[in-house]
């Protein structure tokens, strides 16, 4: 892991081949690439953006008709949208899709009208209180129209009759999501979930998005215990839909985390699984503590993103929320200002090391039997310890050493001692590698991830 | 609900009929009709403050002869009192029970003799460092006599021969006690106890006397689930002759709130049962998290009321104490300060609508189970949503519904969830009432109080 | 117990034999007895080290020859020193061991030799940031040979030859340790270990090897439910030699502390066992927040001193550490300046009372059965309670009464009420002798410390 990430090297073979400085330039330079493509829960802005990932890791496309039940829902018919724009009466366009996807109510129906101001504003989102952004609104689920600018856009407007023109289609087709498996040692799956159906929104999602498309293309080759679900679909439908069409895969899902919202420098926050102490849990809480980081760790709550339907009572995986600064609490949430310079390489950075140190402490997790358990092992003889003894101060690894060799009954994984002693795990690992070597551990049972 | 009490309505049958804004005003005129009675925990005194009850609701009044053994203890004789006080060398009353019962010390033995003012003092008492009030003293065990004053009476007495004269009787005969059962659709009852032996202190317990008559009375005719009784009795005495007399019945009672010093506008303060954790603790703890109050929610300890002998360890019966502040720690506590004007009739609405509530929630609390527990079902479809998405802000009932939703598996009440949420559990049962309706949520087991 | 002490007394037979008024006197005067002995892991210092313990209690000394196995250590050969210097180009001796025993590195290798003053800083050990203190250093199990001293006096050596002496022996011979149990009425063992291994260190370890040597005096005679085993040995390799000759016997053990840095006027501090919640962990934390002290109570961690083997997960034993400043946070630690002035009668007698108290909760705790559970018995009657009603204040003893009477159900013990209600153990205890002496309350079992 590079020096720039979170000050703590992981220093296994998983760690070293995910992590390296340039990580941070990447997930920014992929972000910026799909920035401009205009998403919703339908149509051909998620497939423009699923065949941009694909273009990165082998990523099967799903596509789920209209009209499809899945569970309480129905596939809705999928929307486009081409052009849009408000003329005044000198036909000059006072509003232009062209210029920002935002400026459309995402779903809206065809419109080709002319209007009074009046009508017009019924058909129209601000923000008084932030008069320079432009809102983000959808209505995939009532038929309507709207159009979203600023509020000193919606005050420049005279009293005149005005033309509204959405060149937009609502018709039959497909809800359309990907999927990309790394296929490890075992059945067992790590779920990573984006959600793809914002449009120019930076952070939400774009970083998130990106972030996990540079992780399966780092994971390529690499051997791992679990194998790994990078899911790419719209937000709540999408997946739903995947849920009810992995009905009894879902099992399989051992760990989870919804990734979204990753590359402002707020948070980072994380939000617990409905169950609240799985291990998903317990690992990021634990990479969060010892980032270097000002963290939030938040009880589960039925509101946010897909983590609503993966931690459904239904299904009750064990997925947690990863964000930087937590939906709905920056002033940039939803609007315009959720825009390109408002996520930075170093945050991505931050926010994939979390990610990375999380799976290299799932992958690497166990228990261990120390074979010299009554009285320690005299460490100093196979040069494991300071040998001038008296000293004032104890190295952190000769603590670590002793922690391991303490705990290590069987009954205490390396993520348990790592909590207990309020090291990192990666420290307490490197040192139980090292007695390992020195055979004074042996495996005797898997950890609090398995 | 009255829009003066708590802030939230009770909107179930069961709430709208107990609480209507006059309540606080019906209480403070039964408590100012029952305040000069003199109390003891024998005597005309309670018989006169049964009668009074029982002009309201059909109270059963009890009497246990004198003599009568009681657990440990033994009924003792009946005192009663007409008339004391303390004449001058000029004939001139200086003590006069007639103004005040608290003048003379409850259980007194009669006395009429002329004594120097040395040796009155040895049956006075004061309170110096209140040196305006007069303190109210007892003496049920041990036989004796004293007039109790104010320090500046003391002081103000010559050094001459006084008369001294208390007019009492002390003679076999009965103790009395008063009991009302509302009966349920079940034998579970729910015991509400106040203690009817104190003379003219309006807070300790005229209050508490005043508002269980009140509750009593507005729950005629309504049907509830529980059965409640109404205990007023002598503290300490009275509560051991009804365990006595009813230690097979008590097994019933599945909650019990001990009610005293209602009226006062400090705390309120919840004593918990000496189980701890007893839906009648989690139920009062929640009201009161939820009443815009300052409230102290304290644990168990064997000192305070008749609590004292419900949670014996013999019966450890879940009954908590309900107190504004807290007994002992006022400097009216147990003086002439306890006056009518140290209650207010809004502080015994307020007190009045945390029972009201508890009630309300031991009635309507119960285990539900979402019929669609995978994935949330289309809530806007239902016209249970906001229909545009995006906005920042999401309304309570929203978030209520969620969480009804995500946490109904049959293992969480409507009470886990609204501790777990930290919402009312009006609003937590309102959506819940509203999901039902639209067959989200069937019934499937009671929830923690039952 | 003295009014000195901590401000409450032990009452009980035990405690008045255990603690006067002289004992910090008497235990500061034996550890200024040992002090200048030159003690090291083995060799005759600590054979009259324990000789000296030995003349007031029947101590049994220890002898494990050189190249025994210990678990995993084996015993080092025997060191002495007769005599050490550093002679100038004057031969005047600018270092001597005569006149400080931690002028020598412990275990040094004898050495007689001229070297130049660039030489000699190879095996010189000073302090530079408290440069006129004497460093503690050993060397154990790497042989090696240096000299320590003061920053100033290595800045004041000028650049000559030096004639370098340690006239000390390494050979084969053995490691010494004492031990002297105190039979009380079961085989059930309360371990006190102190390490003995430390030079002319007052505080590390004098103190606590004469406290449990003044102890060990004081029980001789005193009839006790456990029995008592005081183990004075070489810090780790003394304790893993015990442990490795007692590996059955260490199961009696079902109390232990650790007793070292007892007479400084820090702390004081408690370190759990690696259990957490065993008897003595509860009860010295009880004793601790009752002292009158700023106690500081530490969960179990791996470093410290012989609880390091006795909480080895192959033994796990329920023993604990007892200090007044933790080792190594303060400036004297392992200096010249952990000398007689630093520690204090008054000091050791708070220290030596602490433990007096521990073993007065640990053979005195018990579960008791309230003989009338149903409602509170009538103390009045009794003469157990003040007679005049309805004061505000309530004695500390009446409270205790109610909470025994109130817990003593068989399920809590003495201990568990005095937790529970926050009272000295010694006030629940006395009152519990009370109620038992008047028939309320019978003995039914034996309490946590059993």
Not at 35 to 47: A, E, Q
Not at 105 to 121: N, T, W
Not at 290 to 312: A, K, N
């Amino acid at each position: 892991m590079s020096p720039g990430s979170l000050g703590i090297e992981i220093q296994t073979d998983l760690g070293e081949q995910l992590v390296t400085q340039n990580v941070g330039e990447e997930i920014f330079s992929f972000a910026a690439r799909i920035f401009p493509i205009c998403r919703s829960i339908t149509g051909d802005g998620v497939r423009r953006t699923l065949r941009e990932i694909g273009s990165r890791v082998a990523l099967e496309m799903r596509e789920v008709p209209t009209g499809t039940a899945v569970f309480d829902w129905t596939i809705p018919r999928e929307w486009n949208i081409r052009d849009a724009y408000i003329r005044d009466g000198d036909g000059a366009k006072v509003v232009d899709f062209a210029k920002s996807n935002l400026q459309v109510m995402s779903y809206s129906i065809p419109v080709r009208k002319r209007l009074s101001l009046a009508e017009l504003k019924k058909h129209v989102h601000t923000l008084p209180e932030q008069p320079d952004l432009i809102p983000y609104r959808t209505s995939y689920y009532a038929e309507d129209w709207a159009f979203c600018m600023t509020q000193r856009q919606l005050e420049a407007l005279r009293d005149e009759t005005y033309e509204a023109v959405i060149d937009s289609s609502l018709e039959d087709g497909f809800l359309t999501y990907g999927e990309y498996l790394h296929e490890g040692e075992t059945d067992d799956e790590f779920l990573l979930s984006a959600h793809v159906c914002h449009p120019s929104l930076a952070n939400d999602n774009c970083s998130g998005v990106a972030l996990l498309t540079e992780l399966a293309r780092r994971m390529i080759g690499l051997k791992t215990r679990y194998s790994y679900r990078f899911l790419f679909a719209p937000g709540t439908i999408g997946a739903i839909a995947w849920l009810a069409r992995n009905e009894e895969a879902s099992g399989r899902i051992k760990h989870g985390l919804v990734v979204s919202m990753v590359g402002d420098g707020g948070g980072p926050t994380y939000k617990k699984s409905r169950r609240g102490d799985s291990a998903i849990d317990r690992v990021v809480t634990h990479v969060l503590r010892h980032s270097g980081l000002t963290p939030t760790i938040e009880d589960f709550s039925p509101y946010g993103y897909d983590e609503r339907q993966y931690c459904s009572p239904g299904f009750n995986l064990p997925v947690g929320l990863f964000q930087r600064s937590k939906h709905g609490t920056i002033p940039q949430y939803h609007t315009s200002a959720d825009n390109l310079s408002f996520i930075k390489p170093e945050h991505l950075l931050e926010s994939y090391s979390v990610i990375a140190r999380t799976i290299d402490i799932i992958e690497n997790d166990g228990a261990y039997c120390n074979t010299i358990p009554k009285c320690e092992p005299q460490l100093g003889r196979r040069g494991l310890y300071r040998s001038i003894g008296g000293k004032k101060d104890i190295a952190i690894e000769n603590m670590a050493m002793l922690w391991v060799l303490n705990l290590s009954d069987g009954a205490h994984s390396l993520l348990d001692i790592a909590e207990r002693s309020d090291l990192p795990f990666e420290v307490i690992r490197r040192v139980a590698q090292v007695l390992q070597a020195h055979g004074l551990l042996t495996s005797c049972a898997t950890g609090a991830a398995s």
